[in-house]
């Protein structure tokens, strides 16, 4: 980055921090979750739209095989979309990361202060949420493919999906309170939890989405220790020991379980407090949620989901839980943090012989709004 440019960005970037915290207000006056039963105003009816052929053939964007699922027309979506309080790339995506290796850290971090990892093609990556929360979008390449990382943090949803090269940046637009992302190619535009674009040349499409698992900074260390790790030197000037919407640890401001959102969800849902923690998933039988709390207490869940057979299982060296399909019922136990089958043969808690499930952490009231017909296990 040239020297004019990074001066140009740091101007830039001392508005946008007015900007951003103007748009969360004082955390600390948000009110506990008052449950009134009553839904939203957004009607939900599945997504029947397609994508147009010649723009999936033409995009460099990769693009996912099998559409995922949404609730809700793309009319609805579009109708449901708000201002977030910033223009577009007021909150700027960080193009050119710069990483250290972990030995390199020092005491930057506190032990329990949140950071998402990503493995891919060998190669381990941490990303700090207090640099995520003023960037939200790491356009990266990993294991030589080019990816792009994101962080919502009104919904707290931290994601993963390819790029090939086109990059993504903050619209400064939310829908349901989540992160609407664009890309750089034609600017469609992409709700980060429906990884399906609702407006623009590739509206129906989906992304092909990889896992960004959230931890902490001692577990990711430990369990990764030859990890690389985003660092401060983004070209932009914020003070990343200070987050606009409160802290994870202890949780404050707009992190709290029981707080409200800013911004009325798609719906409502009280069966729990709107933002506890909830694992995500989207299988063809339906989306479903597992809660969070419940996986790690109980390591293995055996779900029973439509047609489908699943197992749950929690990695508690990084604290997060993997989802499996399981049709022929294999039995596992956890036995000193490995799955082991019936045979004796034991796993790491994410490389058990079975298909894989993608999933996501996510905010009750985020889920919910965005999949109210999910089922729920907790």
């Not at 040239?2 to 900007?19: E, F, I, K």
């Not at 609730?71 to 710069?98: A, C, K, M, N, W």
């Not at 439509?306 to 197992?311: E, K, N, Q, S």
Request: hydrophobic share 35%.
């Amino acid at each position: 980055m040239d020297p004019t440019r990074r001066g140009l960005l740091a101007t830039a970037a001392a508005v946008t921090t007015a900007s951003l915290a103007g748009c969360v207000g004082d955390t600390d006056a948000i009110g506990p979750y008052e449950p009134d039963g009553e839904s939203g105003g957004a009607t939900p009816e599945e997504m029947t739209a397609s994508p147009d052929e010649d723009a999936v053939a033409e995009t460099a964007i990769p693009i996912a095989d099998d559409q995922l699922p949404v609730s809700y027309s793309l009319e609805t979506l579009r109708g449901e979309v708000i201002d977030g309080g910033v223009p577009q790339d007021g909150i700027p995506s960080i193009d050119d990361p710069v990483f250290e290796p972990v030995a390199d850290v020092g005491d930057r971090f506190r032990a329990d202060d949140p950071v998402f990892g990503v493995v891919r093609e060998g190669e381990a990556r941490v990303y700090p949420q207090s640099i995520l929360v003023h960037h939200e979008i790491v356009n990266d390449e990993i294991g030589g493919e080019s990816v792009a990382v994101t962080y919502c943090p009104l919904t707290g949803t931290a994601m993963g999906f390819e790029r090939s090269g086109v990059e993504f940046g903050v619209s400064g637009n939310l829908v349901n309170s989540n992160l609407v992302m664009y890309d750089r190619e034609d600017e469609s535009m992409w709700p980060q939890m429906l990884g399906t674009a609702i407006e623009g040349p590739l509206e129906a499409a989906s992304l092909r989405e990889f896992p960004v698992h959230w931890s902490t900074w001692s577990d990711w260390q430990a369990a990764y220790p030859e990890s690389t790790v985003l660092t401060e030197d983004t070209g932009y000037v914020r003070d990343y020991d200070d987050d606009p919407y409160g802290m994870y640890n202890p949780s404050s401001g707009y992190y709290r379980e029981d707080s409200d959102p800013i911004f009325e969800p798609l719906r409502t849902d009280d069966d729990e407090p709107p933002k506890r923690m909830v694992l995500g998933a989207r299988p063809p039988e339906g989306p479903l949620s597992i809660d969070h709390e419940t996986l790690a207490d109980e390591r293995l869940l055996e779900i029973d989901h439509g047609d489908a057979t699943l197992l749950a299982v929690h990695d508690r060296s990084i604290d997060v839980g993997h989802l499996y399909r399981n049709p022929d019922g294999e039995t596992f136990e956890l036995e000193d943090d490995r799955l082991v089958d019936a045979d004796g043969d034991s796993y790491e808690p994410g490389e058990a012989p079975l298909k894989r499930v993608y999933v996501y952490d996510a905010m009750w009231f985020a889920w919910t709004g965005f999949y109210p017909d999910s089922a729920h296990f907790g």
